[in-house]
């Protein structure tokens, strides 16, 4: 939303936490001091978060970041986006990417931020290229959801 275009390939050798929200969306709303808090935890071990708003106007979306306090950057979300990755129907949808680049999780619906913060400190102990790998994705429980 600053005008400053984002790629997810820069974020590569950290853990991001990619949410799908939108400032209407009560279970988002829930989350999203959850996530201010996750940020503020992890950032320094390697950790961001991206927010994906798929809300129609950009002035709702910066009223709400000031409102929550906001700490982690958040782009506009369109269909072509959602879609790229596998199609977002409801919100919210989060997905957990590794230092790899690799969706570890997916979360639909609302998630208890225990759930998040014991996959991130999981994620997090991982390094680049290490041999943990499948074990680890599994784990993690890829494409759990929780409601």
């Given at each position: 939303m600053s005008g400053?275009?984002?790629t997810l390939s820069s974020y590569r050798g950290k853990v991001v936490l990619l949410d799908f929200w939108a400032t209407w969306c009560d279970p988002?709303?829930?989350e999203i001091p959850h996530f201010?808090?996750?940020?503020n935890k992890y950032r320094d071990q390697g950790f961001e978060i991206i927010g994906v708003s798929m809300?129609?106007?950009?002035?709702?979306?910066?009223?709400?970041?000031?409102?929550?306090?906001m700490n982690y950057p958040v782009v506009m979300g369109s269909a072509q986006v959602a879609e790229s990755y596998g199609g977002v129907l409801g919100l919210p949808v989060a997905f957990l990417i590794g230092r790899d680049g690799r969706i570890y999780a997916?979360?639909?619906?609302a998630t208890d931020a225990s759930v998040f913060e014991r996959e991130i400190t999981?994620?997090?102990r991982r390094q680049p290229g290490g041999n943990?790998?499948?074990q680890s994705a599994i784990a993690l429980g890829a494409?759990?959801?929780e409601q």
């Amino acid at each position: 939303m600053s005008g400053q275009q984002l790629t997810l390939s820069s974020y590569r050798g950290k853990v991001v936490l990619l949410d799908f929200w939108a400032t209407w969306c009560d279970p988002c709303r829930d989350e999203i001091p959850h996530f201010v808090d996750l940020e503020n935890k992890y950032r320094d071990q390697g950790f961001e978060i991206i927010g994906v708003s798929m809300d129609d106007a950009e002035q709702p979306v910066r009223d709400f970041y000031r409102q929550f306090k906001m700490n982690y950057p958040v782009v506009m979300g369109s269909a072509q986006v959602a879609e790229s990755y596998g199609g977002v129907l409801g919100l919210p949808v989060a997905f957990l990417i590794g230092r790899d680049g690799r969706i570890y999780a997916k979360h639909i619906g609302a998630t208890d931020a225990s759930v998040f913060e014991r996959e991130i400190t999981r994620l997090l102990r991982r390094q680049p290229g290490g041999n943990a790998g499948a074990q680890s994705a599994i784990a993690l429980g890829a494409n759990s959801s929780e409601q």
